[in-house]
């Protein structure tokens, strides 16, 4: 399975970004998606999720700002980002989820957002 994540780069405070990540796996559409950000030296965190039927999670840091969504037909999941902040610099990777957690090993190379002035 590759986990090919797109989209990042440079934004000012409040900007926005929407990335992408294109998965090459043969069953995409009942799994339930997760975008997940590693910030320097800090653990990776899962802050959105999104499941077979559309149902969404997000975490309390991102509510309201960052909308998850996702193209069974392109096997493609989404990541939209608005009114970011610093705290939102990271590298992002999107993975499947199982039980909560995530299900393949191999995260590929994310992508790397950096909010700055």
């Known amino acids: 399975v590759q986990l090919q994540a797109s989209g990042g780069g440079l934004v000012q405070p409040g900007g926005s970004l929407r990335l992408s990540c294109a998965v090459s796996a043969s069953i995409f559409s009942i799994y339930t998606w997760g975008w997940h950000r590693q910030a320097p030296g800090k653990q990776r965190e899962l802050v959105?999720?999104?499941?077979?039927?559309?149902?969404?999670t997000y975490h309390d840091s991102v509510k309201g700002r960052f909308t998850i969504s996702r193209d069974n037909a392109k096997k493609t999941v989404y990541l939209q980002m608005n009114s970011l902040n610093l705290e939102d610099t990271a590298v992002y990777y999107c993975n499947s989820l199982f039980g909560g957690k995530p299900r393949y090993d191999n995260w590929g190379q994310g992508t790397e957002v950096t909010v700055s002035s």
């Open positions: 959105a999720s999104i499941d077979n039927s559309g149902s969404t």
